[in-house]
Nanobody
Framework: QVQLVESGGGLVQAGGSLRLSCAAS????????MGWFRQAPGKQREFVAA????????HYADSVKGRFTISRDNAKNTLYLQMNSLKPEDTAVYYCAAERRQYGLGNSSPPEFGSWGQGTQVTVSS
C-alpha cells in the first residue's frame, strides 16, 4: 500500500487558482499511475484527472479540461494538481489516488485505484 497525504486546499474566489499536492510514501510511487478525484456534498465521487506512471500521458474530465493540469515529480514522490480559472462548481473535497497495478497509463474509474488520501477541501466563492 502507498500512503497519500493531500495539501493545498482552501478558500478562493471564482477565477482564482490553487495548487494541490499529494505526498506519497510506502511502495514505489514512480511505478504507479495516479489520479485526482473530487466529491461535492450530496454527489458521487467523480474523476478529475489522471497521469501515467511515467508522467507522459495525462487525461482530464471535460469539466476541467483547459483549466486544470496534473503533474508529478517522481524524485519527490509528489503528485500535483494546478487549478486555474476556478468556478464555484469546482467546490468539493479533492482526493488523490494510486492505481492498484503498476505501470498504468492513467484511469478514470475509482475501482481501479487501491490507495486514497484523506482529501483536502477546495471552496470557490462566487
Amino acid at each position: 500500500q502507498v500512503q497519500l497525504v493531500e495539501s493545498g486546499g482552501g478558500l478562493v474566489q471564482a477565477g482564482g487558482s490553487l495548487r494541490l499536492s499529494c505526498a506519497a510514501s510506502g511502495r514505489t510511487f514512480s511505478s504507479y499511475a495516479m489520479g485526482w478525484f473530487r466529491q461535492a456534498p450530496g454527489k458521487q465521487r467523480e474523476f478529475v484527472a489522471a497521469i501515467s506512471w511515467s508522467g507522459v500521458s495525462t487525461h482530464y474530465a471535460d469539466s476541467v479540461k483547459g483549466r486544470f493540469t496534473i503533474s508529478r515529480d517522481n524524485a519527490k514522490n509528489t503528485l500535483y494538481l494546478q487549478m486555474n480559472s476556478l468556478k464555484p462548481e469546482d467546490t468539493a473535497v479533492y482526493y488523490c489516488a494510486a492505481e492498484r497495478r503498476q505501470y498504468g497509463l492513467g484511469n478514470s474509474s475509482p475501482p481501479e485505484f487501491g490507495s486514497w488520501g484523506q482529501g483536502t477541501q477546495v471552496t470557490v466563492s462566487s
